[in-house]
């Protein structure tokens, strides 16, 4: 892997025995992963050295274990106390197996090649049996090295992504505290190996002296203060991958959540929202969109949690980003983050009741809503949440004293996003013969609402425009023809 390259999970869901796990990148394919047939030596890349040839075989778990242990009696740090326990073992694998290094860094290399074999669940306990884990804190305990730490904490994280080793790793003397303390360190590849591994632990069911290691005022500020002013897309990602985890596991959440919230967990996500959102302004800067989707996923993971709801409510900084977002004319550049928005929002409006006044009389937020809706068509839950939202503005719109001039504003609106609404309705007719879920049942009810409010601010209108007919203000009767439409598609809408 060369130093500062980016790197991938190798894993997907539905492989728990490799779930995330993450290899170094040297130009070449997964763990075990290998051409048909063996290429002839002058083709062959000088950058990585091969198993033996016997060795080369289409999957990491038929590797001979002799190769696998020689490659971690290579990674012994000389005159270590585990130098000695290793050669104590009796294991003797430089019979002719041993890995063949020849390039200037063989520690690398054959860090590496464990890093790329610790994604095998049988390589994976191989390596547990002969003292992988001693000599791996070895290592962590003596360099100084950035990569050596890499390499060590990055092995480490693809043997803690298979949930069976989780508990021995954990109980591995001295592993937690040296762990943790990686969080202190200032290379953003070592922190992002330091990150992962964190993450996959607390996602196992033996996370309480991990939970108790990071607890420390100290050790959840380092983590905040990572996220809020990491620039490294990999480290972002893993960082805030980690805190989701934390969220994501009740027993995990009970302990860490409200001291990451008192420290500024909800200030630290809302200020890094607003600075990628700062540079939707100036395309030469936003070239961070991956970034942006997973902090507005990670803020609407907040917004759903109890603690943090209220907290974010009260924040006008965070309704400003959403404000700006909603309102941008041009929301083609922002389409696939539009539901994480309005979930965010009908989360918000939940609990700050105080927020809905005066967003209801924003004409431009409400069109700015109206435009979502196309956006999220396929997407149940954001539009559920963004016909619920409407439903809260329109009737506080609706419901207080609303002058000819405002009433005109909000017909104008109405009438001009009459196409938007009909076409939403008309896709996602509800067969009534079908049970509703919860979820349609959400969806009803915000729909009901809206609708209902429509037509009484419809009615109003129609009513004071009949009356003037004589007069010469009388609007056209164009235009109380298509209130009429408006008004009877929604009266007979049958939600």
Known sequence: MSPGAQQEDVLGEGESAQDEVLQPQQGRGEAGEQDDGVEEEDEAPTHLPFAPASELLDDATTVDP???????????????????????????????????????????ECGCILWDLAASKPQAELMMNNLVLEVLLANLHVTQSPRVKEICIGIMGNLACHESLVNEISMQNGLTATVVDQLFLDDSACLSETFR???????????????????????????????????????????????????????????????????????????????????????????????????????????????????????????????????????????????????????LLADGKHIVPSLSHDLPFLEGLFDILPLVCDDSQARNA??????????????????????????????????????????????????????????????SASLSTICCIMERWIAEKSSMREEDAASPESAIENARKLLNYCQNYDV
């Open 197 to 347: 591994f964190l993450a996959a632990v607390l996602r196992s069911g033996t996370s309480v002296s991990w939970v108790e290691a990071l607890l420390p005022d100290e050790i959840l500020s380092r983590v905040l203060w990572i996220v809020g002013n990491t620039l490294n897309s990999t480290l972002l990602e893993k960082s805030i991958d980690f805190l989701s985890t934390v969220i994501d596991n009740q027993d995990v959440a009970a302990v860490l959540l409200q001291p990451l919230i008192k420290l500024g967990l909800v200030d630290y996500v809302i200020s890094l929202l607003a600075s990628e959102i700062e540079k939707l302004s100036d395309e030469s800067k936003f070239d961070r969109s991956a970034s942006l989707d997973l902090i507005l996923h990670f803020t609407e993971e907040l917004s759903a949690t109890d603690g943090c709801s209220e907290v974010m409510s009260s924040s006008e900084q965070l309704i400003q980003v959403l404000d700006k977002i909603i309102k941008l004319p041009d929301k083609f550049e922002v389409s696939s983050h539009c539901a994480s928005v309005v979930i965010i929002l009908a989360n």
């Open 386 to 447: 963004l016909w619920c939202i409407l439903a809260r503005l329109l009737a506080q719109a609706q419901g207080i004293d609303m002058n000819s001039s405002s009433l005109e504003n909000f017909v104008s609106l109405l009438l001009g996003k009459f196409t938007l609404i009909k076409d939403d309705l008309e896709s996602h007719r509800v067969d009534k013969e079908v049970e509703l879920s919860a979820e349609d049942a959400y969806l009803k009810h915000g729909l």
């Open 66 to 108: 002799s190769y696998t242990i020689s490659l971690i009696r290579q990674l012994l740090p000389q005159g270590s106390n585990v130098e000695k326990e290793f050669r104590g073992t009796g294991v003797n694998s430089d019979n002719g197996d041993s890995a063949q290094i020849e390039n200037k860094d063989p520690w690398e």
